[in-house]
């Protein structure tokens, strides 16, 4: 091949290739919201079948550059909302202006049930539910659940309820922000006396929570209750003896953190 063959051929190849390069369309436009009319950015358009595709930028806007002729299906899709698919013809040597509005769509995950957990509290919601006064019930096996040290601990997961502790660990228990002289503290109904010398204050690190069949804790003064249990009153209710004999394991674990 001859120096002037060849630069024929180079010449129609250039050609050739100016031609379908410049033959190429665009696609572009804007999507936005259908009911605010607010740009979303981050939008996604693509041509199905392709690997053709762009993303809205700030302004909302698109652009899909060098697209060869043909007829093409695009689709629009953003997340919260309901995709769109558009049938298109692009033609050489020019844009294609096409805005899309897309309507917001209710994002809808799969079903959970959660039943183990309110198993265990059945009993204690249907007790808050149909009492005449503010109380709060934490069952037996709730109070299993949690790796608390003593009974205080475990009445300081409720609302309305502040620990004053001593030595790290939690011993007394102050409701409604009033002092703990004004809190009435009952197991099984029967009222346990002050276990300071100077205050009525009770020490409750000495219940064991493994103990405890349920807590009760009423945080409004009802004609029922003391006089003095102005901060309101928790009762405790111990484990009675079962009919069949059981075993029970308790294991505590401690992890160390290398």
């Not at 049938?87 to 040597?93: G, L, S, T, Y």
């Amino acid at each position: 091949m001859n120096k002037l063959n060849y630069k024929i051929i180079t010449f129609f190849f250039f050609i050739t290739f100016t031609n379908i390069i410049l033959g190429q369309g665009n696609i572009s436009g804007t999507i936005s919201d259908s009911l605010t009319n607010n740009s979303l950015i981050g939008a996604n358009a693509v041509l199905l079948g392709t690997s053709m595709g762009a993303a809205t930028d700030f302004d909302g806007k698109y652009k899909i550059s060098r697209v060869p002729a043909g007829t093409y299906k695009l689709r629009v899709s953003y997340i919260g909302y309901k995709p769109k698919e558009f049938n298109i013809n692009v033609v050489d040597d020019k844009t294609l202006n096409l805005d899309v509005f897309l309507l917001a769509d209710i994002v809808e995950g799969e079903t959970v049930i959660v039943s183990a957990q309110a198993a265990g509290q059945v009993a204690a919601i249907n007790q808050q539910l149909s009492a005449n006064t503010i109380v709060n019930v934490i069952s037996e096996e709730k109070i299993q659940e949690l790796p608390d040290a003593n009974a205080a601990e475990a009445i300081g997961r409720l609302p309305g309820v502040s620990l004053s502790r001593s030595g790290g660990e939690a011993n007394k228990i102050i409701l409604r922000g009033l002092s703990d002289k004004y809190t009435s503290v009952t197991l099984d109904g029967v009222r346990i006396p002050s276990t300071d010398a100077q205050e009525r204050g009770i020490d409750l690190s000495a219940i064991s929570q493994s103990s405890l069949a349920g807590i009760e804790l009423y945080k409004a003064l009802t004609p029922d209750k003391d006089a003095d249990a102005i901060a309101g009153s928790v009762n405790f209710v111990t484990k009675k003896a079962p009919s069949e004999r059981r075993l029970e394991l308790f294991l505590k674990v401690d992890i160390m953190m290398l």
